[in-house]
């Protein structure tokens, strides 16, 4: 029921395993099933191709007591024409409105009864229905997620009742500044391309958006091939895929080969160097970037330990200068984007309005220096550690590592351990470093601003300075 | 870094252990080491008494990468007198600006380095200083936490530099309608209680806050008796303590007493009713609530039954009354504040400005026939389900894992292993909810709003009606 951004992590881990094929799922013989990597107990990750098309991963974890689902959907916010923009997020609400098997109501009493969640989010270029329930229940799970992608009723009364709610989130994300700030961003740094779009529509498109054309985007953007399947936690891969057989045995009739992960170089036209939300808000808050790498470069790996060293944490670059040394901040952070054909790599910080010139001032003294110098050998190091150490705790939870098989399947068809992800961490230098600095942080700058601003001659001139 | 509020659950978990003592953490015998749970392989959760009076509990989990260390200091906002509010927070930022053995920059670098985290959050009863690592770096973890909790230098040029850092925080929560929401209905039910106050303090008193005096209030409250190390992950008993006596072994040499836990009954004087936040929001943002159970009272596991069967869910009387039936609201909830000698139970909403009344007089329906009819066995059983998978699905990181034994011990002094908590929610009956229900939800009503209204006149009538 939300949406999402993409995040700064390279599709990361599984534990101490091996990889035992480089074989690519979209590729992958249909009817047939692969092992991906041997786990301390066995085989850890497993994939199935269906002759339907559907893809189904699965990591199976010994020791924990619960399991996720989710089902991953290649289409998302980038899908959409611009007169229903938003309907794929629109869409994602609806499905949960009652299907020809259960109403609204006895779908969340459902999970409800056992204390578990099951919810869904929309991103630009995919939407997952997910639940997480614990192990023994897995069966009701998978029942729940295909129900509802699979036989949605989208009743016209349901309809009208969720526009409601969907303008009720666009108001919210108003409220949110950080929230907006990022759609702001994006609108600057993207300009009239699909991906420089809010993910849930504006007032207007929502206000106008038809029933029937958005039951005709589901009945023809959510099939088989378009979809993985990935479940992780106390879980056999071949349970999970007799009950798949079980919920959508009769759809799987249907002969489809999965459609390949997204890729290509976007054209994306020529966009406003700065977009300002006036609001009457206590901070100010700044977000300014360049366009950075799509995600199948393989120099994210060096981005990511850029991204890390310049603003990932407490002895960042950025958080050293303008909050440490200075206390001009709270919040300061950079952060990578990638999309299959276009990235981002951006700054924000959230400051008294008084302050913002001297932030704006002291953030691009530090991406010039960075540009011309690259970073330290321990600022790589220490960049290269952090990511290390944040791929492996960000992975306790199986809802992670279901996100981890599921997104690397869609985005990239190709199955990277967490030991090869870490491998290609480690092999990243000062000098690759440098390199992408100096290419990435003289780009072209973007900025939005959310803040007590009636005009942009009203805010600093470093402001402006940042994007000249 | 930042604050925290008491949450929902109710102390929480291990995993199928069974408990082996009752034995109090206040009253245990200093220099020694009892075993309060039994694991899966072998003995799960230990605590040890120290003859400086600091309590040292642990819970080793078998199968994980990583440890989680909190020192737990029963220090919070309550402890403030009203000229020094936000004290408590204040001084856990400037902790960590620099310590005997390392400045604010090392520390940065060296949990940085190891991809950790450290961190803190101050509350209104107590204080946390923690730090989540891969299991091999538990030393440094513990280095960190400790040095920054007991050799905090506290340089008068730190103070300043961080006054800037909390006055932003403060305008940062201004920023947020939910925080700043959940600020003043506290501030309207709990009216001069210090437990109605902000934990971030006032831009008037942070403003005016001196050095010294916070230097001596830490002095004076950070004392071993006060305090509770929990350790949880892939860890042993022996070693945690072998490095608490390297860390902090002259300090040990000081004898005491453990500190009881709060408790008692707050005398809380008449409050307002109503506290309206003027702002130009997209929403308007609603919470109401009465004052509730404290966390000694052993109704709590029907309050969080009653709790996640009104309006903890999806299928809650409250979500789908509001959202499901008539779409007025993206996010309607209700939450369980639990102190030591008071308690809140509170429902929260946001919507479009013209559908308040609307929304006010449907909680209030809700209310009202709660406070009747109580609630249906369905609901109730739901209500049971809801916690007992919750309880476990929360806890699958080490960091839930350390939070439950840390904060368990801080407030009660007795272990509740997760089996005998799911056991106490299991023996709560659809009678015991709505006799709970009749006597909380006819209590005075206190409600705030933060949204477009400049006065308390022009808020909907149905807001003026549920508080009347």
């Known amino acids: 029921m939300t949406t999402s951004v993409n995040g700064t992590a390279a599709g990361a881990s599984g534990t101490r395993g091996r990889p035992l094929t480089r074989r690519l799922g979209h590729l992958q013989k249909p009817g047939s099933t692969v092992s991906l990597e041997r786990g301390d107990g066995g085989?850890?990750?497993?994939?199935?191709?269906?002759?339907?098309?559907?893809?189904?991963?699965?990591?199976?974890?010994?020791?924990?007591?619960?399991?996720?689902?989710?089902?991953?959907?290649?289409?998302?916010?980038?899908?959409?024409?611009?007169?229903?923009?938003?309907?794929?997020?629109?869409?994602?609400?609806?499905?949960?409105?009652?299907?020809?098997?259960?109403?609204?109501?006895q779908i969340a009493e459902e999970i409800d009864a056992v204390g578990g969640e099951l919810n869904a989010f929309t991103a630009k270029e995919h939407t997952c229905y997910y639940a997480h329930v614990l192990d023994e229940d897995l069966p009701l799970a998978m029942d729940l997620v295909c129900d509802v992608v699979f036989d949605a009723l989208c009743e016209p009364r349901d309809f009208e009742?969720?526009?409601?709610?969907?303008?009720?989130?666009?108001?919210?994300?108003?409220?949110?500044?950080?929230?907006?700030?990022?759609?702001?961003?994006?609108?600057?740094?993207?300009?009239?391309?699909?991906?420089?779009?809010?993910?849930?529509?504006?007032?207007?498109?929502?206000?106008?958006?038809?029933?029937?054309?958005?039951?005709?985007?589901?009945?023809?953007?959510?099939?088989?091939?378009?979809?993985?399947?990935?479940?992780a936690g106390n879980i056999d891969h071949a349970h999970v895929m007799r009950l798949v057989r079980k919920q959508?045995?009769?759809?799987?009739?249907?002969?489809?080969?999965?459609?390949?992960?997204?890729?290509?170089?976007?054209?994306?036209?020529?966009?406003?160097?700065?977009?300002?939300?006036?609001?009457?808000?206590?901070?100010?808050?700044?977000?300014?970037?360049?366009?950075g790498l799509d995600r199948h470069d393989e120099r994210r790996f060096a981005l990511n330990v850029l991204n890390a060293a310049l603003g990932g944490g407490m002895s960042s670059r950025l958080f050293q200068e303008v909050r440490e040394r200075r206390g001009l901040a709270y919040q300061v952070y950079s952060s990578v984007g990638l999309y299959a054909d276009a990235g981002t790599l951006s700054i924000y910080a959230g400051c008294q309005p008084d302050r913002l010139g001297d932030v704006a001032g002291v953030v691009r003294d530090v991406?010039?220096?960075?540009?011309?110098?690259?970073?330290?050998?321990?600022?790589?190091?220490?960049?290269?550690?952090?990511?290390?150490?944040?791929?492996?705790?960000?992975?306790?939870?199986?809802?992670?590592r279901?996100?981890?098989?599921?997104?690397?399947?869609?985005?990239?068809?190709?199955?990277?351990?967490?030991?090869?992800?870490?491998?290609?961490?480690?092999?990243?230098?000062?000098?690759?470093?440098?390199?992408?600095?100096?290419?990435?942080?003289?780009?072209?700058?973007?900025?939005?601003v959310v803040g007590p601003y009636a005009h942009a001659d009203d805010l600093p001139s470093q402001v402006h300075e940042v994007i000249s």
Chains 1, 2 share one sequence.
């Open 161 to 231: 009742t969720e526009r409601g709610v969907v303008l009720e989130e666009i108001a919210m994300r108003d409220d949110d500044p950080e929230d907006l700030l990022h759609d702001a961003f994006l609108d600057a740094l993207l300009g009239e391309h699909a991906l420089g779009r809010p993910v849930l529509g504006t007032e207007q498109s929502i206000g106008d958006m038809d029933r029937d054309a958005l039951f005709g985007f589901y009945k023809k953007r959510y099939t088989l091939p378009r979809m993985v399947l990935a479940v």
């Open 43 to 105: 085989l850890a990750v497993r994939r199935s191709v269906l002759p339907s098309g559907l893809r189904v991963i699965t990591e199976r974890i010994p020791g924990v007591r619960s399991a996720s689902v989710g089902l991953w959907v290649q289409v998302g916010s980038r899908d959409e024409r611009v007169e229903v923009a938003g309907a794929a997020h629109y869409l994602e609400h609806l499905l949960f409105k009652g299907t020809a098997n259960r109403t609204a109501a």
């Open 402 to 448: 279901m996100s981890r098989i599921g997104k690397g399947e869609l985005n990239y068809g190709d199955y990277l351990s967490v030991e090869q992800t870490l491998a290609r961490i480690d092999e990243v230098t000062a000098a690759d470093v440098a390199t992408l600095a100096r290419d990435l942080l003289r780009r072209p700058v973007a900025a939005a």
């Open 367 to 400: 991406l010039s220096t960075v540009a011309r110098e690259g970073l330290g050998d321990a600022e790589v190091a220490r960049g290269k550690g952090q990511l290390r150490g944040g791929l492996v705790l960000g992975l306790e939870d199986t809802s992670s």
């Open 248 to 291: 959508i045995g009769d759809r799987l009739d249907r002969v489809g080969t999965p459609v390949a992960p997204r890729s290509g170089r976007a054209r994306i036209p020529g966009s406003r160097k700065l977009v300002l939300h006036s609001d009457d808000t206590e901070q100010a808050h700044l977000m300014l970037g360049v366009r």
